[in-house]
């Protein structure tokens, strides 16, 4: 079977092959696929990286083409976090866009939901251990910069992200006062009135 053929008898084969036949076989990946294609780009192409693939992807896995909501009932949050990995192997060094492709994912989630009403939990779990590994990156104090520019699209996920279910609110609340905290700004995410009140 193909699958049991292991990569180092592959790369035997491709050293074989001289220039013209390596650009004709990655000619051939690249038209064999959508999301081959959008790897290879990011990952040869210098310079500044067009997100709008990969956003288009992980939009189509929360969206549907239907004015109703997702076809089948429920997002496929595996297929958007497979595009999150994918670039991230494409671009191991570019954490600016690799957050700014995070934050994508978790502002889409928030849309469908605004949208449609609440989800159910495991949908809410997705987009906080996707927050989870934002707050991470910048809650370092080397990384004041890029908290700086992704300030006010946390500051819309803060006020979007309001009223929702099992506890989502109050987590996403939790590391967005986290990331805050890290850079000095204590009143950035006040708490909302309800939870002065309980307090």
Do not use: C
């Amino acid at each position: 079977m193909a699958s049991d053929i292991s990569w180092s008898e592959i790369k035997k084969e491709l050293l074989r092959l001289n220039q013209e036949e390596t650009l004709k076989l990655l000619k051939d990946l690249h038209d064999a696929s959508a999301s081959n294609k959008t790897f290879l780009q990011a990952r040869v192409l210098k310079g500044e990286v067009v997100l709008d693939d990969y956003e288009a992807r992980i939009y189509t896995a929360f969206f549907s083409r239907s004015k109703y909501g997702p076809t089948d009932g429920y997002p496929k949050l595996r297929e958007g976090k497979a595009v999150l990995s994918e670039f991230k192997k494409a671009r191991p060094q570019d954490l600016q866009n690799y957050l700014d492709l995070q934050l994508y994912y978790i502002e889409t989630g928030t849309s469908l939901t605004r949208q449609y009403g609440d989800m159910y939990e495991s949908f809410y779990d997705s987009l906080l251990s996707v927050m989870g590994d934002v707050a991470k990156v910048l809650e370092k104090p080397e990384n004041n910069t890029l908290y700086t520019y992704f300030l006010p699209r946390l500051k819309h996920l803060y006020r979007d992200g309001d009223g929702f279910g099992w506890g989502y609110s109050d987590a996403l609340q939790d590391l967005l006062e986290s990331i805050a905290e890290a850079h000095g700004g204590r009143d950035v995410f006040p708490k909302r009135s309800w939870q002065a009140t309980v307090q």
